[in-house]
T-cell receptor
Framework: GESVGLHLPTLSVQEGDNSIINCAYS??????FIWYKQESGKGPQFIID?????DKRQGQRVTVLLNKTVKHLSLQIAATQPGDSAVYFC???????????????FGKGTLLTVNP | EADIYQTPRYLVIGTGKKITLECSQT?????MYWYQQDPGMELHLIHY???????EKGDLSSESTVSRIRTEHFPLTLESARPSHTSQYLC???????????FGAGTRLSVL
């Protein structure tokens, strides 16, 4: 069945370095992807999204790359800060159920730790 | 910041008790969702609603029930809590025609 998963469960980086968090998906028909950040004790917070007709989208200090050939999604965080420490989830909206589907399927998450 | 609120934030309760987890949003969003999340794990959709008087079960089977009598309110009820219900429950909402879901802070439920 469809699934969204992450290559690495944990990532540790030095403050100021760039971080790359990866995500693999299996539903080639998915047409929408979101990255969420979840800090300890809080609900997920929207970071950035991308549609399948794009291969790159940039936000403030974040970039999402989509490679549909290998069904891979990545989140790049520039100049990582201690406040970026959190669990990062990718999520997709499978399009198999038609355009009225708004249900997100979440991956397992990557814990990002930023060392000062 | 999204205006979606969950109460209580933490709940410790004994087996067999009936509980209701509250979720309210002030954004006028049509769509609302409940997710279950175990520590360090992904979110699993257990219920969703695309509007008043509309509720559907999600991808993960749950013994809980929901109701949507008002647009802004989407409570989740467990008639008889069990230790297996111990988890974090997250509520979310999204605007009509949009995919981004906004989450509340969650309710961490412990059933003894």
């Amino acid at each position: 069945g469809e699934s969204v998963g992450l290559h690495l469960p944990t990532l540790s980086v030095q403050e100021g370095d760039n971080s790359i968090i990866n995500c693999a998906y299996s539903n080639s028909a998915s047409d929408y992807f979101i990255w969420y950040k979840q800090e300890s004790g809080k609900g997920p917070q929207f970071i950035i999204d991308i549609r399948s007709n794009m291969d790159k989208r940039q936000g403030q200090r974040v970039t999402v790359l989509l490679n549909k050939t290998v069904k891979h999604l990545s989140l790049q965080i520039a100049a990582t800060q201690p406040g970026d420490s959190a669990v990062y989830f990718c999520a997709e909206i499978p399009s198999y159920s038609g355009g009225s589907n708004y249900k997100l399927t979440f991956g397992k998450g990557t814990l990002l730790t930023v060392n000062p | 910041e999204a205006d979606i609120y969950q109460t209580p934030r933490y709940l410790v309760i004994g087996t067999g008790k009936k509980i209701t987890l509250e979720c309210s949003q002030t954004m006028g969003h049509d769509k609302m969702y409940w997710y279950q999340q175990d520590p360090g794990m992904e979110l699993h959709l257990i219920h969703y609603s695309y509007g008043v008087n509309s509720t559907e079960k999600g991808d993960l089977s749950s013994e809980s029930t929901v109701s949507r009598i008002r647009t802004e309110h989407f409570p989740l009820t467990l008639e008889s809590a069990r230790p297996s219900h111990t988890s974090q429950y997250l509520c979310a909402s999204s605007e009509s025609g949009k995919n981004i879901q906004y989450f509340g802070a969650g309710t961490r439920l412990s059933v003894l």
